[in-house]
C-alpha cells in the first residue's frame, strides 16, 4: 500500500547532540510537510517541500534544518537539540498543494 | 495567530450517541479539512469542504460550512467506542501558499 514512512518511530538523544528523523513517501507526491506537535496542542508546521523548492515558516528556529534528496525522502535535522525540543514530529505529502494531506505514523523524540 | 478555534476542547458521549464539534477561523479559505489523530499516532484525513460548498457526508460523518460566520461543525452519528481520538479542523487559507493551519483540536471520548 502507498503509504508514508517515518524512522525511527521513537528517538532518544541527549541535550545538544545532534538528530535526524527520517520520512519516505511511496504516493509519489509533490509537497512534504514537517510538523512539531507537542502534547495535547496542534500540529505545527515548521518547513515544507513544493518538489525541490523549501520553504521555511518564519518563527522556526535555526536549529531546524530539513533536506529533501529525491521525491521520496525527506529528512528533519535538529543541530542542537534542547529540551524544549522533545515532541512529536509528523511528516506529511500532498499531492496538490493546500489539499489532503497524508501523514505518517509520527517520529516521538525525547531529549535526555 | 492560530486559524482554527475547536471547540469544545473535549467531549465525552455514550456510544451510540452523536457528536458535533465545531471549528471558527478568521479569514478567506479556499477549502476546510477535518483530521482524526488516535494517542500517539499519526493525522487521519477524515473529509475536505470547499468554500463554495455547504455540506459534504462521508459514512457517519457529517460536515458544514458557514463561510458568512466563519465556522464548520463535524457531526458523527451512532458513535462507536473507536472514533475515541482528537479532531482537527485545518484551513488552507486563500493565497496560502500551499499551506494548512490547524486548529486548537476537540478530545471525543466515546463511553462504552
Known amino acids: 500500500d502507498a503509504m508514508v514512512i517515518q524512522n525511527p518511530r521513537y528517538q532518544v538523544t541527549q541535550f545538544g547532540k545532534p538528530v535526524t528523523l527520517s520520512c519516505s513517501q511511496t504516493?509519489?507526491?509533490?509537497?512534504m510537510y514537517w510538523y512539531q506537535q507537542k502534547s495535547s496542542q496542534a500540529p505545527k508546521l515548521l518547513f515544507h517541500y513544493y518538489d525541490k523548492d523549501f520553504n521555511n515558516e518564519a518563527d522556526t528556529p535555526d536549529n531546524f534544518q530539513s533536506r529533501r534528496p529525491n521525491t521520496s525522502f525527506c529528512f528533519l535535522d535538529i543541530r542542537s537539540p534542547g529540551l524544549g525540543d522533545a515532541a512529536m514530529y509528523l511528516c506529511a505529502t500532498s499531492s496538490l498543494a493546500g489539499e489532503t494531506q497524508y501523514f505518517g505514523p509520527g517520529t516521538r523524540l525525547l531529549v535526555l | 495567530s492560530q486559524q482554527g478555534e475547536e471547540d469544545p476542547q473535549a467531549l465525552s458521549i455514550q456510544e451510540g450517541e452523536n457528536a458535533t464539534m465545531n471549528c471558527s477561523y478568521k479569514?478567506?479559505?479556499?477549502?476546510l479539512q477535518w483530521y482524526r489523530q488516535n494517542s500517539g499516532r499519526g493525522l487521519v484525513h477524515l473529509i475536505l469542504?470547499?468554500?463554495?460548498?455547504r455540506e459534504k457526508h462521508s459514512g457517519r460523518l457529517r460536515v458544514t460550512l458557514d463561510t458568512s460566520k466563519k465556522s464548520s461543525s463535524l457531526l458523527i452519528t451512532a458513535s462507536r467506542a473507536a472514533d475515541t481520538a482528537s479532531y482537527f479542523c485545518?484551513?488552507?487559507?486563500?493565497?496560502?501558499?500551499?499551506?494548512?493551519?490547524f486548529g486548537t483540536g476537540t478530545r471525543l471520548t466515546i463511553i462504552p
Open positions: 485545518a484551513t488552507e487559507r486563500n493565497f496560502g501558499n500551499e499551506k494548512l493551519t
Open positions: 479569514t478567506s479559505i479556499n477549502n
Open positions: 469542504i470547499r468554500s463554495n460548498e
Open positions: 504516493l509519489n507526491h509533490n509537497v
